[in-house]
Each structure stands twice: as structure tokens, then as C-alpha cells.
């Protein structure tokens, strides 16, 4: 017989902690798309930001709560009044609000961060807990670093903040040092010592520092948890944080092992997973679990016999359960605006206006002129680099020149936009972008150094399109940007101008868990 399964809980952190690994900041629109996507994926949490961490991200988070209406919105709170005030501000228009409030409670975090006693730490999380109840009855309470926190302290603050209404305790395993069988261990002691425990849903949150952020996860899930955090594509700081497609896959593929489900709608996950991607910029890699473009791919002779023979030979997930066969030939140069606000709706994007959608059908047909196979990844790119040139920007590529020859050096002549004005330079270099970059830094004068460039082709063939990543850093602060086109040059100089975009837009945010909890 049957039985019904327990609910996991899928609390997707990549709006936040995902947010936090350096250059993956997002616009304002891009994490409304973002959060949008999220919805559509159904994951039942969106933890969409600190509101407390700048301006920028109190918007976000706000707008965010306006618009989702299908997942709870939860906004992320240091344990101190003007967090609790600022979360509850900005989840003010949510159908569905939570508050994330967290303390550090290791002995190291407590010492050094902190510089505060056990019993302040206590206080300090049980007064935001109750605040944070008075603009909603969802809060989550996170004793931070508690992988490396004392198991009685644990036990005390976690009972305290329960018995102030915090319905759901996450135990991070902050920075991922964990293996999973003391993961398991920690959650399930916690369960069984803590007598309100039956109060409140228990949750995971582990980083990948030692690649085990997933396999904590599980263990975690195995020992009652029945909330994860995770991120697409296992964004985030350092090494990333759990990742959503491998947790919700493993749980699904292995229901004989695990006593619960989740209600991802996984065909949703690879759009999802190319969203991010496209947007922060950060790749991911071939063989990456689930998204990776070789996840289902079989190259080994006998392999591909036996999958022709039959399939679950040597697979245990099928391609298109998780979003991959949507990946085919879908439109060309005589499909019309119905087909493709259609299949871009089916990839989860909406415009916000018609203007938005009249400059991406503009960019469609340009590019259908000259590649006659169009992707679901050719759309994706193309909606995000038309997002991308209608955001408010103070750089915008007018016309790039470019001559090559072999045993010389390359020029570029580049015409900018620049704050309403056009400016013409010319730059040389090692190779046609060397000398691109080079025209349009003499023109912007960002004073930046280029961290990173990365070329990879959005499809194959000759015709395909290159997406290009571009890192730049001033001052500590890190951006990346990205570009798509026809050709790698211009895909380089679309990539550097976003870049420089956001490097002149956005604002240093302040860090939820380097600075004091004051
Ligand atoms: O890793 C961590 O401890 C966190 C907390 C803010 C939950 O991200
Ligand atoms: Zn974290």
C-alpha cells in the first residue's frame, strides 16, 4: 500500500545567501525575474534578501513581496531591532511573509564577532523572535555556526526562541564543516533533547566547503528535517551552499529511501538553473549533477548501447522530467509575437511591458535572420540581454570595429553611449577583445581590473551564439557581467558594458554575517 509522504520543505536561499558569493550580485529586475522563476518552480520559501543591507536590497525584497504571491517571501534579520523592523517593512505586501532572524552561537562567533556572553546571545534571540512576531506569525530562528556551536547551548537557545513563537529552527552548518552522519546526529539530538522541539519545523543549511553541503542536507532530512536551504546551482559564497536540483532529484529518484517529497515542479529546473546562470554570470560546470550540459549525456559506446536498448540501464532520471527536453529547435525567422511571448511564458519569463517585449521580439528576428535554428537558450539569452539594455544604465554600446591580422596587433574602434552623449576611441591589443576592452576602458575610465573573461558557445554549431562573462573588481567590490551575441567580440564588449553598469549602480551592501549584530 501506498502511503501518503511527509512534506520537505524547499526554502531557496539563492536570492540571499546565493546573493552573497562575490560578483553574483543581481539588478533590482533581474531578482524579480528571478523570484518569479522561483515561483513557478514552486518552491514553498524565497528568501529574497536582507532588507536591512542597503536601500537596494529593502526595495527588492519589497517589490518581491508584492509580486509572489504562491511561495512565502522571507526576508533575512540580524537579531537586533532595526533588522527585525526593516525585514517587516519590506515583507509589509506579501501574501505570505517570513522572517529570518539569526544569532551566532559558537563559542569563536560569540568570542571574536560578537563579543557578547551566551546569556546576551539568548536574550538577544528571543527579543527578536518576539518582534519579529508582531508582523508575522512565520518566523525562523537560525543559530548561526551551529556545526560548530556546544550542543547544551544549542539546546537552550533553540528551546527559548520556540517558546517565542519561532515556528521553524534552522541549524546552519555555516561554514561547512560538517560530515553527514554528525549532521544527521546533531539534528536528531536536537530533536530528541529540546522539549518544545514538536513546536517547530527543523531545518538544514549547509555550505559545500568540503563538498559534503548536499550529503549534510540529506543526512539532515533522513534525521527528521523537514525544511532544506538550498540554492540553484548551489550558489554561494566560497564553495556554495546546498544545492536545489540535487537535493529535490535525490529525494524524488530515491522515494524507497527518503519518507518524504517535495512539490518542485521539476521541469522547471533547467530554465531555472540557465536563469541564474545567465544572470550572475557563474557557469555551470559540464558534469554538474542535473543541470550540467553532460548530466544526461552518454559517450562511452556501451553505455549509449544499452540506453538505446533500454534506458534505465544506465539512467535513473529521465532528461525531460527535469526541464532538459525542453530544450529544442522551438522558433525561427518566420514564427510571430504569439509564439514567442508563448514559449518565453513557458520558460518562465513575463515583460513587464510591451516596450520590453517590442525590443526583445526586435532582438529575436535579428537574430533569427541570421541563425535559423533558435534554442530555448538562444531565448533565454536574448531576454536577458534585452532586460539588460533597457535597465537604467549609464553605458551603452553604440558601434565596435574590429581589425585582425596575423603577427600584428589588433585594433577596435569603439563608439559608447555615456550619459545621453556618444564617445568614439580607438584601443589596440592582443587580439581583437584585448583592444576592445581596452577602447571602451579609455572611454568609461572605470580604473577596474578584469578578474575574469569567459567565452562558451549558448548552442552548438558554427552559428551558435557566445556567451561571454566578464568579472571586474574596484576597490573590493566585485561585478560580473555577461553578454550574448552572434559574435564573441561583441558579445565581450556587451559582457564589459554591463559590467561597468553595474559597477557604477550598485551600492556595497552591508554583509549580513561579517558585521556585529548590533
Ligand atoms: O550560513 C549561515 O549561517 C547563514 C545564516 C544567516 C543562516 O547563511
Ligand atoms: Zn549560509
Not at 576597490?475 to 564573441?488: F, T
Amino acid at each position: 500500500m501506498q502511503t501518503m509522504k511527509e512534506r520537505l520543505l524547499i526554502f531557496d536561499t539563492t536570492l540571499r545567501d546565493g546573493e552573497q558569493s562575490p560578483g553574483a550580485s543581481m539588478t533590482f529586475d533581474e531578482k524579480l525575474r528571478v523570484a518569479r522563476q522561483l515561483e513557478n518552480l514552486r518552491v514553498d520559501v524565497i528568501e529574497a534578501g536582507f532588507p536591512a543591507a542597503s536601500p537596494g536590497d529593502f526595495e527588492a525584497v519589497h517589490a518581491i513581496a508584492k509580486s509572489v504571491t504562491r511561495s512565502v517571501v522571507c526576508g533575512l534579520a540580524r537579531a537586533n531591532p532595526r533588522d527585525v523592523e526593516r525585514a517587516g517593512a519590506a515583507l509589509e505586501p506579501a501574501a505570505h511573509s517570513r522572517i529570518h532572524t539569526f544569532i551566532a552561537t559558537s563559542p569563536i562567533h560569540m568570542r571574536e564577532k560578537l563579543r557578547m556572553s551566551p546569556h546576551q546571545v539568548v536574550e538577544r534571540a528571543v527579543a527578536a523572535v518576539q518582534q519579529a512576531r508582531g508582523y508575522t506569525d512565520d518566523v525562523e530562528f537560525s543559530p548561526e555556526d551551529a556545526g560548530r556551536s556546544d550542543l547544551d547551548f544549542l539546546c537552550r537557545i533553540i528551546e527559548a526562541a520556540i517558546d517565542a513563537g519561532a515556528g521553524t529552527v534552522n541549524i546552519p552548518d555555516t561554514v561547512g564543516y560538517n560530515v553527514p552522519e554528525q549532521f544527521g546526529e546533531l539534528i536528531g539530538e536536537l530533536r530528541a533533547r529540546i522539549p518544545n522541539a514538536g513546536d517547530a519545523v527543523f531545518s538544514a543549511h549547509c555550505h559545500n566547503d568540503l563538498g559534503l553541503a548536499v550529503a549534510n542536507s540529506l543526512a539532515a532530512v533522513m534525521a527528521g528535517a523537514r525544511q532544506v536551504e538550498c540554492t540553484i546551482n548551489g550558489l554561494g559564497e566560497r564553495a556554495g551552499n546546498a544545492s536545489l536540483e540535487e537535493i529535490v532529484m535525490a529525494v524524488r529518484t530515491r522515494r524507497d529511501v527518503f519518507d518524504c517529497d517535495t512539490r518542485i515542479d521539476a521541469t522547471q529546473i533547467v530554465p531555472t538553473s540557465r536563469l541564474v546562470s545567465g544572470i550572475t554570470g557563474f557557469p555551470v560546470q559540464p558534469n554538474k549533477a542535473i543541470v550540467g550540459a553532460n548530466a544526461f549525456a552518454h559517450e562511452a559506446g556501451i553505455h549509449q548501447d544499452g540506453v538505446i536498448k533500454a534506458r534505465e540501464t544506465y539512467e535513473i532520471m529521465r532528461a525531460e522530467d527535469v526541464g532538459w527536453a525542453a530544450n529544442r529547435i522551438v522558433l525561427g525567422k518566420h514564427s510571430g509575437r504569439a509564439a514567442f511571448t508563448e514559449r518565453l511564458k513557458f520558460l518562465g519569463f513575463e515583460f513587464a511591458s510591451d516596450e520590453e517585449l517590442d525590443r526583445a521580439f526586435a532582438r529575436f528576428k535579428e537574430l533569427a535572420d541570421n541563425k535559423h535554428e533558435i534554442f530555448d537558450d538562444d531565448l533565454q539569452s536574448l531576454v536577458s540581454d534585452a532586460a539588460s539594455a533597457a535597465a537604467a544604465s549609464r553605458f551603452a554600446l553604440k558601434n565596435l570595429e574590429t581589425a585582425s591580422q596575423l603577427g600584428q596587433p589588433a585594433a577596435a574602434t569603439v563608439t559608447v553611449e555615456v550619459d545621453g552623449g556618444e564617445v568614439t576611441a580607438r584601443g589596440q591589443g592582443n587580439g581583437a577583445v584585448d583592444a576592445t576592452f581596452r577602447a571602451i576602458e579609455s572611454i568609461a575610465e572605470s580604473g577596474s581590473f578584469l578578474q575574469l573573461y569567459s567565452v562558451s558557445s549558448i548552442t552548438g554549431g558554427s552559428d551558435a551564439q557566445g556567451e561571454v562573462g566578464v568579472r571586474l573588481e574596484r576597490d573590493g567590490r566585485i561585478v560580473n557581467g555577461h553578454g550574448a551575441d552572434l559574435d564573441i567580440v561583441i558579445a565581450s564588449a556587451k559582457a564589459y558594458i554591463n559590467a561597468l553598469n553595474k559597477l557604477y549602480d550598485s551600492e556595497m551592501p552591508v554583509h549580513p554575517q561579517l558585521a556585529q549584530a548590533v
